[in-house]
């Protein structure tokens, strides 16, 4: 008896083919980035609550809605989620950095006194943020955990960079003075001291009068190296 012939697909329905393929696995490849994000927000949040040494990944899978092996398979050790959390949080600090900075200095308006307090209080809210203080936590690790360390080390190097450059990006009345350097790292440095004081009291009235004595000192700064220029 003669074999039946194999049916022929045209072209047409063979690219139906492949595209499904190719739909399957893009739909993966997405699935699984989710799965790595979910879980890079849960070791934040788990920072947050339960402090760096505290976490593990067993925390962080139950936190993120994740199987064990789903966690062992994108990071097959603790160091491996730790290293990987550096990373993601210098791409969202400097996201929420350009967040809460948008729009408050306008290039074709005049720098006011409630413009400059206005981002002032901004780095305030930044330095309060999750973000921030689950970054404190990697920071006092990595003095003591030298691979960590090692991690944290080139990743913020490159963040201070970025973070200088985003300054000069939204706030176009300071980028051109040489005195945007130091006046970015004072605020910088006092925003993030306030923002590790945690049991100081009074906290809410001190951090009010710092805010008011950073603004006056920009001010000031500024007003004179516009007169200058």
């Given at each position: 008896?003669?074999?039946?012939a194999?049916?022929?697909?045209?072209?047409?329905?063979?690219?139906?083919?492949?595209?499904?393929?190719?739909?399957?696995?893009g739909?993966?490849?997405?699935?699984?980035?989710?799965?790595?994000?979910?879980?890079?927000?849960?070791?934040?949040?788990?920072?947050?609550?339960?402090?760096?040494?505290?976490?593990?990944?067993?925390?962080?899978?139950?936190?993120?809605?994740?199987?064990?092996?789903?966690?062992?398979?994108?990071?097959?050790?603790?160091?491996?989620?730790?290293?990987?959390?550096?990373?993601?949080?210098?791409?969202?600090?400097?996201?929420?950095?350009?967040?809460?900075?948008?729009?408050?200095?306008?290039?074709?308006?005049?720098?006011?006194?409630?413009?400059?307090?206005?981002?002032?209080?901004?780095h305030?809210?930044?330095?309060?943020?999750?973000?921030?203080?689950?970054?404190?936590?990697?920071?006092?690790?990595?003095?003591?955990e030298?691979?960590?360390?090692?991690?944290?080390?080139?990743?913020?190097?490159?963040?201070?960079?970025?973070?200088?450059?985003?300054?000069?990006?939204?706030?176009?009345?300071?980028?051109?003075?040489?005195?945007?350097?130091?006046?970015?790292?004072?605020?910088?440095?006092?925003?993030?001291?306030?923002?590790?004081?945690?049991?100081i009291?009074?906290?809410?009235?001190?951090?009010?009068?710092?805010i008011?004595?950073?603004?006056?000192?920009?001010?000031?700064?500024?007003?004179?190296?516009?007169?200058?220029?």
């Amino acid at each position: 008896m003669a074999k039946k012939a194999k049916p022929v697909r045209s072209r047409v329905e063979a690219g139906k083919g492949e595209d499904a393929a190719n739909s399957g696995n893009g739909w993966q490849a997405e699935k699984s980035a989710l799965t790595r994000q979910a879980i890079l927000e849960a070791a934040v949040r788990c920072f947050v609550t339960m402090g760096y040494a505290r976490t593990t990944t067993a925390m962080i899978a139950d936190e993120a809605s994740v199987s064990r092996g789903a966690m062992m398979h994108h990071f097959p050790s603790r160091s491996a989620v730790m290293h990987a959390v550096v990373g993601y949080l210098h791409a969202r600090r400097l996201k929420e950095y350009r967040e809460l900075m948008a729009d408050i200095d306008s290039p074709d308006q005049k720098l006011t006194r409630k413009a400059i307090r206005t981002s002032v209080e901004a780095h305030w809210k930044w330095v309060n943020l999750p973000s921030f203080v689950a970054y404190q936590e990697l920071l006092n690790a990595a003095r003591t955990e030298p691979d960590l360390g090692e991690v944290v080390s080139k990743v913020e190097k490159d963040f201070e960079r970025e973070l200088l450059q985003t300054v000069r990006a939204v706030f176009p009345h300071w980028k051109s003075l040489t005195i945007l350097e130091a006046a970015h790292d004072m605020t910088q440095f006092l925003m993030q001291g306030m923002g590790m004081a945690h049991g100081i009291s009074n906290r809410d009235r001190r951090v009010r009068q710092v805010i008011d004595s950073v603004t006056d000192y920009l001010e000031s700064i500024y007003r004179a190296a516009e007169a200058k220029a």
